[in-house]
């Protein structure tokens, strides 16, 4: 079945650097998508990308599907405390079943 | 108004017991879930209801049983509780079976001892 692998578990970050998560899938998606999770919170969409190459951007977030629909990445720049979560990638191909990677836990040092 | 709103929120029990958790989504979607969210946070889908009808049914003991009165509500009942079973259920609501974004609800942290 497909499956969704998400990388790093963890990412400590100095607040003001910059990180990626990334996000590879065995099959081809039809689609992706970002959510994320506030400690103690539920995940709350961020967005959805679904042409290959797609790229799109949320003022310091930057979100990339790649050109064989298979991997996509999340890029923050200049963290903020704002940005503590954990973020998750979710995949679906044509069965109506979205897939959800294990998420990207992020801290955050002031 | 709360878009995806469950209850209850906290649930502490006893194995062997039996227990329910409700769902409702006042969004006018077709489409809702169940995932389960276990410690290391990694989200599984357990069942989906489009219209009323079962669409996706995981392999998930069949100690649950998911019911969906209407499209707008779909409850999950667990028998013979477990210790396994403690984790964050989040019921999930969306358009329609195949599009856009899932809607979550806050969850329902249940605790079995």
């Known amino acids: 079945g497909q499956q969704v692998m998400q990388i790093p578990q963890y990412q400590h970050v100095q607040e003001g650097e910059d990180f990626t998560t990334y996000c590879n899938s065995s099959t081809t998606l039809s689609n992706i998508q970002w959510y994320k999770q506030r400690p103690g919170g539920h995940p709350v969409f961020l967005i959805q990308?679904?042409?290959?190459?797609e790229v799109k951007k949320q003022k310091r977030l930057t979100f990339q599907f790649g050109e064989a629909k298979k991997n996509s990445s999340l890029h923050i720049t200049a963290t903020q405390t704002t940005d503590v979560g954990t973020y998750f990638c979710?995949?679906?191909?044509?069965?109506?079943?979205?897939?959800f990677g294990a998420g990207t836990t992020v801290t955050v040092r002031a | 108004d709360t878009a995806v709103s469950q209850t209850p929120k906290y649930l502490v029990t006893q194995m062997g017991n039996d227990k329910s958790i409700k769902c409702e989504q006042n969004?006018?979607?077709?489409?809702m879930y169940w995932y389960k969210q276990d410690s290391k946070k990694f989200l599984k889908i357990m069942f989906s209801y489009n219209n009323k009808e079962l669409i996706i049914n995981e392999t998930v003991p069949n100690r649950f049983s998911p019911k969906s009165p209407d499209k707008a509500h779909l409850n999950l009942h667990i028998n013979s509780l477990e210790l396994g079973d403690s984790a964050v259920y989040f019921c999930a609501s969306s358009q329609t079976a195949n599009t856009g974004e899932l809607f979550f609800g806050e969850g329902s942290r249940l605790t079995v001892l």
């Open positions: 990308l679904v042409k290959s190459g």
């Open positions: 969004l006018g979607h077709d489409t």
């Open positions: 979710a995949g679906s191909s044509n069965d109506y079943k979205l897939s």
